[in-house]
Nanobody, 125 residues
Framework: EVQLQASGGGLVQAGGSLRLSCAAS????????IGWFRQAPGKEREAVSC????????YLADSVKGRFTISSDNAKKMVYLQMNSLKPEDTAVYYC??????????????????WGQGTQVTVSS
């Protein structure tokens, strides 16, 4: 059974930082895409960031470029999202996701096969 265990969410003031972590388990593939989506109250879910374990290529949403950084430890099947200069509009539930059909990142949620339970990030103004 594939499991994605996210951690690191919390409450932070605007301008602060948080680091999300996600531990993936239950599959043996070495090449896949892993990343993060988020959903704010009353809004649609959106792709935040993704990294390919094949070649390290990444995707970052325009709204987080220059502030968020994604990285991975492929041996441990871990992905990290370093979030700096947080804004109130970053407040959302963040979901760890894995795409196994190919290792290319995508911003479309239907392409992701597995989803974690979500971790809340709240940024106060």
């Amino acid at each position: 059974e594939v499991q994605l265990q996210a951690s690191g969410g919390g409450l932070v003031q605007a301008g602060g930082s948080l680091r999300l972590s996600c531990a993936a388990s239950g599959f043996t593939l070495d090449d896949y895409a892993i990343g993060w989506f988020r959903q704010a109250p009353g809004k649609e879910r959106e792709a935040v960031s993704c990294i390919s374990t094949d070649d390290g290529s990444t995707y970052l949403a325009d709204s987080v470029k220059g502030r968020f950084t994604i990285s991975s430890d492929n041996a441990k099947k871990m992905v990290y999202l370093q979030m700096n200069s947080l804004k109130p509009e970053d407040t959302a539930v963040y979901y760890c996701v894995v795409k196994v059909i190919s290792s290319w990142c995508s911003k479309y949620e239907y392409e992701y096969d597995f989803w974690g339970q979500g971790t809340q990030v709240t940024v106060s103004s």
